[in-house]
């Protein structure tokens, strides 16, 4: 559960716009260790979705090494970097973005064409994955016939096609009502725990993010802070402040009243 | 699901889009398939019509040539309307008279005929009352003209005709303010013309009749032989083979022609010394055909024929020649029009598939380019889940493919249904006279070219066009599909 994978070493990245070189990430380290479940947060214009990008493989670092499983991905071209966004990691949107003229199922079964030869074994792993995200019996639903909670479940659904070494999330509750966006929390926090997926989402939800693991607080291109979740779904959750047993979705500590996430804190 | 299956989803995706594109696209197409098909109509009816006025510039010329040379000489008739009593018969009406020429029958011999003998001394019956045959020539002697072959420089030939008609005297009396008169003309059952059948005549010169409906033509040097017109076969009721006698005398019939002038109606050819035999007129003629050896010379030789013999009425066909000049030159023309509409349909058509070719990949581009742009976020979002930059080039030109070979289809039904009027809509007219297109027959003045059918369009050109077709959705793709290949992963993130 400790083998690294994900490493980011001295990564700089800098847009130029116009004349100006802006620089987006400045000497940014680290590591997640598969299986975690973090959380990047931090205020617009932070680099975060900059920081997804990269680690998504599609931006570019300016210099610097990230190592995703093992491999050096900063210094590979294109047609490399696309086999490793379709069998390292899966892509979960703010806006779902399913193709909207497929239905649930072969939506799902999009990222498995370049890997998977048989069209049987595609439909039926995405049957699979599909029950496995609460979607079953809706396998032949298009977009939208779906409520915005169930097209993120496909979507997710989609992210784990391919058996990726972690999934990016970037904003998945952004779009999403607080009932549908607890009910996908849960979700990831529940694939986190049962199926040992490695989750980094990208958030400036403090109630989502406080209920992931780690939390990272990225501001001006570095991370600034650290902070343990409360990670959803584990029993037995401690109040950071007192020790005290809390309820997952407290927000002030019954022993020692205190707020358990100062927004302070968190920016 | 497979990249086709997406292509024809995104296609059936946006139905009015699609609609519209490929009733442009097919709307070009139809415009690519008339296109050669109204070129090769143009072709045909050109070469069709240029065929056509060759074999008529030639008939003409040899109309020009023969016809027109002819100088028909004679000379003038006596009276005109009226001729002389039939002095031999004892009655002035009933009698059965011979007339050659405009000339009753000879004095004294009753029932004879005595051409030269024109004014011979016993006129002495009722003037006015003659036999009436209009337009026909005093007899000749015919060795008085034998000069105009042997002096005349520019005669190619002379023939020498014997025409006389048979018939009855028929007397009616017309009253007029209180006077009345009787007058007896000849009513005609059958006019002989004697023509010599020498094989240079008949190989060379229009002499006899060409329009036979049954048997055959006289024959050079044919003795005992008559050609008759339908006329003539109804009064002698006699068909091919049959003999008949006229004037006493057996002949066999070789042959039926339909007269081509009222005036031949009533006419039977024969070999002149049997005509100059049986109208006992030996040595007699009535007229003289003389071919002058071309056109240019008529005039020339018909002056000579005049000073030689003044006597002589010289008719030459001088208003026909005219006319015939006129309608070669006319056909001359309009076979150099249809020529060179011929050539100017090529540079046309060519430009208009040049236009055509790049609006259809026009369309095609700007359709993809926007389908690409209006679909930025999902090609972004492909990339993003794994999508290599081939997979998503090869979507799009699929797409773009696809919409072109329905564009084709569409096109090239709609094409074989309008492709005559689209083509005459389109390209320059050609044929002779008016404005002409694929399908129409060519009417000029009294000439007919032959008719086309309508523009066929050949298996080879359909799959010629649906190659194009398909090679212009390929070519008009490409950009776009490239455009949407160098589309960032990252746009996938973007909020709408």
């Not at chain 1, 990691?89 to 890997?115: D, H, I, K, S, W």
């Not at chain 2, 009655?91 to 030269?116: D, I, K, L, W």
């Not at chain 2, 049959?242 to 009222?262: K, R, W």
Request: net charge neutral.
């Amino acid at each position: 559960m400790s083998k690294p994978i994900l490493q980011i070493e001295k990564l700089n990245k800098s847009y130029i716009l116009g004349k100006r070189n802006v620089p987006a990430l400045t000497n940014l380290n680290l590591t997640i260790n598969s299986g975690e479940f973090v959380a990047i947060m931090g205020p617009s214009g932070s680099g975060k979705t900059t920081l997804l990008n990269v680690i998504g493989c599609i931006d570019k670092p300016t210099s610097g090494q990230v190592l995703l499983d093992g491999i050096d991905v900063s210094s590979l071209p294109e047609n490399q970097l696309y086999k490793i966004r379709r069998d390292k990691m899966g892509f979960v949107f703010q806006t779902f973005n399913l193709l909207p003229y497929l239905n649930a199922r072969e939506n799902v079964e999009l990222p498995m064409e370049g890997r998977l030869k048989s069209k049987s074994e595609r439909k039926k792993k995405a049957s699979e994955l599909l029950e496995m995200v609460g979607l079953s019996g809706r396998e032949e639903h298009r977009p939208q016939r779906l409520s915005a909670g169930e097209q993120q479940r496909v979507a997710i659904a989609r992210a784990l096609a391919n058996d990726p070494a972690f999934i990016l999330a970037d904003e998945p509750t952004g779009n999403l009502d607080s009932q549908n966006k607890q009910g996908i929390i849960k979700l990831l926090a529940n694939l986190n725990l049962t199926q040992g997926t490695t989750i980094i989402m990208v958030t400036h939800d403090s109630q989502a993010a406080r209920n992931t693991e780690r939390m990272l607080l990225l501001k001006d291109g570095k991370i600034v802070k650290e902070i343990p979740g409360l990670h959803l779904g584990k029993k037995n959750q401690t109040c950071p402040h007192c020790g005290g047993s809390i309820q997952t979705n407290d927000d002030i500590c019954p022993n020692c009243k205190k707020a358990i996430y100062a927004s302070d804190e968190l920016f | 699901m497979g990249i086709m299956n997406r292509a024809i989803r995104n296609i059936s995706r946006r139905k009015i889009r699609a609609l519209l594109v490929i009733i442009a696209l097919g709307f070009s197409m139809a415009i690519m398939v008339s296109i050669p098909a109204g070129v090769l109509a143009n072709q045909q009816t050109a070469s069709t019509a240029a065929t056509n006025l060759g074999n008529i510039i030639t008939q003409t010329s040899a109309s020009i040539n023969q016809t027109s040379t002819q100088i028909d000489c004679s000379l003038a008739p006596s009276f005109s309307g009226f001729g002389f009593q039939d002095f031999g018969g004892s009655t002035t009406s009933g009698g059965s008279g011979f007339t050659a020429g405009q000339f009753g029958g000879g004095s004294g011999n009753n029932g004879g005929f005595r051409p030269g003998q024109f004014g011979g001394g016993t006129i002495g019956g009722q003037f006015g009352g003659g036999a009436f045959s209009g337009g026909q020539s005093n007899p000749m002697n015919e060795s008085l003209y034998s000069d105009i072959n042997s002096t005349i420089s520019g005669v190619a030939a002379v023939e020498p005709i014997l025409q006389a008609s048979e018939g009855q005297n028929v007397t009616t009396t017309v009253s007029f303010n209180g006077y009345s008169r009787d007058i007896t003309r000849l009513a005609v059952n059958y006019t002989i013309e004697g023509i010599p059948l020498t094989s240079d005549l008949v190989d060379n010169y229009p002499i006899l009749p060409t329009n036979i409906t049954s048997g055959s033509n006289l024959q050079a040097g044919a003795i005992g032989e008559v050609l008759l017109s339908e006329n003539n076969s109804a009064y002698f009721n006699a068909g091919v083979g049959d003999t008949i006698n006229i004037l006493n005398q057996p002949f066999t019939v070789v042959g039926i022609y339909n007269p081509s002038a009222v005036s031949q109606t009533q006419t039977l050819f024969m070999n002149l010394s049997d005509a100059q035999a049986i109208t006992n007129n030996t040595g007699y003629i009535t007229s003289l055909a003389v071919f002058a050896e071309n056109a240019d010379a008529v005039s020339g030789v018909a002056t000579s024929i005049s000073s030689l013999h003044p006597e002589l009425t010289v008719t030459t066909d001088q208003a026909r020649l005219t006319q015939l000049q006129t309608l070669q030159t006319t056909y001359n023309t309009e076979l150099a029009t249809a020529q060179s509409a011929n050539s100017q349909t090529y540079s046309t058509a060519v430009e208009e598939i040049i236009v055509v070719v790049a609006a259809t990949s026009l369309i095609v581009l700007f359709v993809m380019l926007y389908t690409v742009k209006e679909r930025t976020k999902e090609i972004g979002t492909l990339k993003a889940i794994g999508f290599s930059n081939s997979t998503v080039m090869g979507q799009f030109m699929l797409e773009g493919i696809l919409l072109s070979i329905i564009a084709g289809l569409v096109g090239i039904a709609i094409g074989t249904v309008a492709a005559p009027t689209l083509a005459s809509a389109l390209l320059p007219s050609v044929g002779i006279g008016g404005r002409i297109g694929p399908g129409i027959a060519i009417v000029s003045g009294t000439t007919r070219v032959s008719g086309l059918s309508v523009a066929t369009l050949s298996p080879e050109l359909i799959l010629i066009l649906f190659g194009v077709a398909v090679l212009l959705g390929t070519v008009g793709s490409l950009y776009p599909a490239w455009r949407a290949a160098k589309i960032r992963p990252a746009e996938a993130m973007k909020y709408e």
